[in-house]
């Protein structure tokens, strides 16, 4: 079946460091995959997407490049903030199986002034 | 633009107790589903549906019922409460396609005491 494996956390950083969170998928088919954050209190949000091999998602300054050969979507930022600070989840989807969706465990950045 | 919406946000149960959270959505997705997040846990998917009247379970169904009788609503029923069930709860849903990122509600943050 489908599974996701990311980075265990928790990463501590400072304000204005680089980021990488690492994330690693199985899929029987041609998966979308996804980066979600979590901010405290609240619900899972999209972060940003990519639909298929070499496709590059963005947001907030946040990237991610789907790589079909090695079957990763790591989560890289350049310089993180203090406003960064949440639980990151890298996730997939599967046309093949309804919609559904598979889950990383999650990664709790703390981002210090 | 609603989106997902869950209630309630907060809720203290005694043991044995039963009561029902609710999930609706306005987006038309034929996929819906609840998770419960526990500390260190990740999301671990409780059921799901991929539209009305077909329900299946997840990886941790036992202690909860489901139903979908309308495209809208999934609401999760907790039968006798316990202590084990004390999580914050989630529902998300989905559409069928390559697109299919997951929305999410705010939370249900439960305790059995």
């Known amino acids: 079946g489908d599974s996701v494996t990311q980075m265990e956390g928790p990463v501590t950083l400072s304000e204005e460091a680089f980021l990488t969170i690492n994330c690693t998928y199985t899929a029987t088919g041609y998966p979308s995959l996804f980066w979600y954050v979590q901010y405290p209190g609240e619900g899972l949000q999209l972060l940003l997407k990519?639909?298929?091999?070499?496709d590059k998602g963005s947001n907030k300054g946040f990237e991610a490049t789907y790589r079909k050969e090695t079957t990763s979507f790591h989560l890289e930022k350049g310089s993180v903030q203090v406003s960064d600070s949440a639980v990151y989840f890298c996730?997939?989807?599967?046309?093949?199986?309804?919609?559904?969706?598979?889950f990383g465990d999650g990664t709790t950045l703390t981002v210090k002034p | 633009n609603a989106g997902v919406t869950q209630t309630p946000k907060f809720q203290v149960l005694k043991t044995g107790q039963s009561m029902t959270l609710q999930c609706a959505q306005d987006?038309?997705?034929?996929?819906m589903s609840w998770y419960r997040q526990d500390p260190g846990m990740g999301l671990r998917l409780i059921h799901y549906?991929?539209?009305?009247?077909?329900?299946d379970q997840g990886e941790v169904p036992n202690g909860y019922n489901v139903s979908r009788s309308t495209t809208e609503d999934f609401p999760l029923r907790l039968l006798s409460a316990a202590p084990s069930q004390t999580s914050v709860y989630f529902c998300a849903s989905s559409s069928r396609g390559i697109y299919t990122e997951a929305f999410f509600g705010q939370g249900t943050r439960l305790t059995v005491v």
């Open positions: 996730a997939l989807s599967d046309p093949t199986n309804a919609g559904k969706s598979t």
């Open positions: 987006m038309n997705h034929e996929y």
């Open positions: 990519a639909t298929k091999a070499d």
């Open positions: 549906s991929v539209g009305a009247g077909i329900t």
